[in-house]
């Protein structure tokens, strides 16, 4: 089956988000030592994982397989909770960076960095939780009814 253009623009797309998050996690955290952009750099690689992850897995026709209903609605469960924390994490470094005049350089020092990171991390924990979503209405829509399990 021929993936469509779509698909590989997301595929790159997390792939990057995978590489460039780690990437500002050592980066800030070791050579900068700005914690807060490291630590929302980590946690940004991981949701654009994950959404990677239940991509790939869709598209091969697995996603069933590895996740029931229940999981991926507690994933999109988890992926809307950590939405409104990173969102409201960006408007406080937002705030509090304006509030009290620090300025983006040196990098050690600065929030609008932590703001940037906390922004891309609600970037994937929305996309998380929309795909999450979307996949577990698809499975329930697209089993026989015989065969789902809510329990699971």
Known sequence: MEK????WLFCISSSLGVYF????????????HNNHAGIWGLLSAMFAG???HL???SSNHRLSVWYSIGQLHALAAFGFICF????????WYIIISAYHHIPILPVG???YLAAVWSA???KWTLCTFFMSYRYARIIRYNTP?????EDA
């Open 4 to 7: 469509r253009c779509g698909y």
């Open 21 to 32: 998050g780690i990437t500002i996690f050592f980066l800030f955290t070791f050579f900068y």
């Open 145 to 149: 009814f015989l065969i789902i399990q």
């Open 84 to 91: 409104c924390l990173s969102l409201g994490f960006t408007s």
């Open 109 to 111: 020092d600065s929030y």
């Open 55 to 57: 991509k790939l897995l």
């Open 50 to 52: 994950i959404c990677l």
């Open 120 to 122: 891309m991390t609600a």
